[in-house]
């Protein structure tokens, strides 16, 4: 089993925080892969559009794969 992903610091308005925020990230097991991108689901989010915009998130990851 691997993991792979993409990682960056979220900046603050004074300096770079200390955490690290997993943006895209696959997890690979024999010929399965599961892949992962961030959401942030706030009081005024629409469901419907945080999904579409995940798909689009990991539509490139799954378009690579597919070649």
């Known amino acids: 089993m691997s993991l792979a992903g ?3 610091n979220q900046p ?4 770079l925080s200390n ?4 943006l895209r ?3 690979l097991k024999g010929n ?8 942030a689901i ?5 469901p419907a559009c945080e999904y ?3 798909c689009i998130k990991l539509a490139g990851m799954r378009a690579a ?3």
């Open 6 to 8: 993409a990682t960056c």
């Open 12 to 15: 603050t308005h004074t300096r």
């Open 19 to 22: 955490g690290i925020v997993g």
């Open 25 to 27: 990230g696959a997890l």
């Open 32 to 39: 399965q892969v599961r892949l992962f991108a961030e959401c």
């Open 42 to 46: 706030v009081a005024h989010s629409d």
């Open 52 to 54: 579409d915009e995940t």
């Open 65 to 67: 794969l597919q070649r």
